[in-house]
C-alpha cells in the first residue's frame, strides 16, 4: 500500500524559509517520479516542482530560483527546499508520485499517489 505522508510546513514571515519533508512506503521510492504541488484556498491545484527517478528536476516560474526540490533515496523521502517565501506561497503543499515521468509534469491528473498535505503560510 502507497504511503506519502508530508511534514514540515508552518507559519513563517516573508523572507523565511522551510524545508519540507515527504516519507514514502509501500513501493520502490527510487523508480518513481516525485512531485510538489500546492493549492492555496479557493484555487486550483498548481505544480510546484518534480524530480524524476534520474534526477533530472523541473520548477514552476514562480518558484525558480526560490525553491529546490531533491530525494534521499536511501530514506524514501522527498523533500522541498523553500527559501525567500513570499505570502503567495501560502498553500497546502502535496507531495504525489507516479512510476513515470509525466508527459506534462504539471498536470496533475498525470499522477497516481497523493499525501495528505503540509500547510505552509507565510505572513508579510
Known amino acids: 500500500q502507497v504511503q506519502l505522508v508530508e511534514s514540515g510546513g508552518g507559519s513563517v514571515q516573508s523572507g523565511g524559509s522551510l524545508r519540507l519533508s515527504c516519507a514514502a512506503s509501500g513501493y520502490v521510492f527510487r523508480r518513481y517520479c516525485m512531485a510538489w504541488f500546492r493549492q492555496a484556498e479557493g484555487t486550483e491545484r498548481e505544480e510546484v516542482a518534480v524530480?524524476?527517478?534520474?534526477?533530472?528536476?523541473n520548477y514552476a516560474d514562480s518558484v525558480k530560483g526560490r525553491f529546490t526540490i531533491s530525494r534521499d533515496n536511501a530514506k524514501n523521502t522527498l523533500y522541498l527546499q523553500m527559501n525567500s517565501l513570499k505570502p503567495e506561497d501560502t498553500a497546502m503543499y502535496y507531495c504525489t508520485a507516479d512510476l513515470f515521468f509525466p508527459t506534462d509534469w504539471s498536470e496533475k491528473t498525470e499522477y497516481s499517489y497523493w499525501g495528505q498535505g503540509t500547510q505552509v503560510t507565510v505572513s508579510s
Open positions: 524530480i524524476g527517478s534520474d534526477g533530472n528536476t
